[in-house]
């Protein structure tokens, strides 16, 4: 029986690429993947005498961008469907929607930020990665790289039921892209404390993978994630999303928002 796949695109209305839409497309060339592709716009129309009719006019004008957008999507047989929706919160529209649409996979666009700017706003990135139900994936290119080596990361020494079934979630994912495509995957576990040093042969019956593929780093997990993910020169890193709420995230963020604006490659974040 064949289980279809919905993708979610996030459409950016303020660009003329769309890195995401572009990726979405190259992935939909299995039958069973659908696209629902999301736009959402807003513009003050305070001074406006008819709000009504100008709100509608420009939903109306970004929905034609969009049609003209997939038209080659659906010229070469790929289901889409799109959505335009007017709400000064785009991001939140977004989760709404992927939620609506019970979306299996989030695509968007992603671009480098400053440190300081992802600390001192809740950039769109973020609130997608802890909000929304399913895996988001960030794209940083239109083209994907002509190597699919994939490094997901995860960590067997913590034993919280939250972070056994985040790496649990990982490595399914992980294991799902070995079967399907032509892909390298490697597993990184970091640690902090040789106290707590993980236990290769535990990684290797977890992973389904060979050792050499295996690769246990001494240091915070962001730094080790990335350092590896350059040696690999990595297409994909997949990381689990643990704190997507409360104050650790508020303050602190978690391991993949860390990791994001230093990596040039696609990153897709897990939730648990």
């Known amino acids: 029986m064949t289980t279809t796949t919905n993708l979610f695109v996030v459409f950016d209305p303020t660009r003329e690429d769309q890195p995401a839409l572009e990726r979405a497309a190259s992935i939909a060339s299995e ?37 003209l957008a997939v038209a080659p999507l659906i010229e070469r047989g790929i289901a889409v469907t799109t959505e335009v929706e007017w709400d000064k919160d785009w991001a939140q529209a977004a989760v709404r929607a992927s939620i609506k649409t019970t979306a299996d996979f989030v695509l968007k666009s992603s671009y480098r930020y400053s440190t300081g700017k992802r600390i001192l706003n809740r950039t769109s990135d973020w609130i997608l990665m802890r909000e929304c139900l399913c895996p988001v994936l960030l794209i940083k290119d239109s083209a994907p790289r002509k190597n699919t080596r994939v490094l997901s990361a995860i960590d067997i020494c913590a034993r919280k039921e939250s972070y056994e079934r985040l790496n649990q979630n990982v490595i399914e994912f992980s294991k799902q892209i070995l079967n399907k495509r032509d892909a390298e995957v490697h597993f990184i576990n970091a640690f902090q404390d040789f106290k707590g040093i993980p236990d290769r042969q535990e990684l290797i019956r977890n992973c389904g993978i060979d050792s050499d593929r295996i690769h246990i780093k001494l240091g915070d997990p962001d730094k080790v994630i990335v350092d590896q993910a350059r040696k690999l020169d990595a297409s994909l890193v997949v990381v689990g999303n643990s704190a997507r709420t409360g104050l650790s995230a508020a303050l602190m963020g978690n391991t993949v928002e860390k990791v994001l604006d230093k990596l040039d490659c696609d990153v897709l974040s897990v939730p648990a």
């Open 31 to 67: 039958p069973e993947v659908k696209l629902h592709v999301f736009a959402c716009i807003f513009t003050d129309t305070a001074k406006s005498k008819d709000k009504s009719a100008e709100t509608s006019e420009c939903i109306s004008e970004q929905q034609a961008i969009l049609d």
